[in-house]
């Protein structure tokens, strides 16, 4: 099922999260206010996994959700 902007999601368990947003001011938000593990602004890194994964020992993403409606 596809994301929509604004939909809430549950992540439950031990699950390290990584976040791709388009902004420095968004990933600053997204570290404060959900303290996620990992974040890389995908625009300014155009090649996010090779920033990603080398954090992540190069373990391989079990899911990844992309939102279906970006504005």
């Not at 947003?21 to 990933?27: Q, R």
């Not at 625009?43 to 090779?50: F, G």
């Amino acid at each position: 099922m596809p994301l929509k902007l604004e939909q809430l999601v549950l992540f439950q368990g031990n699950a390290k999260t990584i976040i791709t947003p388009s902004s420095n001011e968004k990933l600053g938000y997204v570290k404060a206010k959900y303290g996620v593990h990992y974040t890389v602004n995908y625009k300014e890194k155009k090649k996010s996994a090779q920033v990603i994964l080398p954090k992540i020992h190069f373990d391989p993403a079990d899911s990844i959700f992309i939102p279906a409606n970006r504005t």
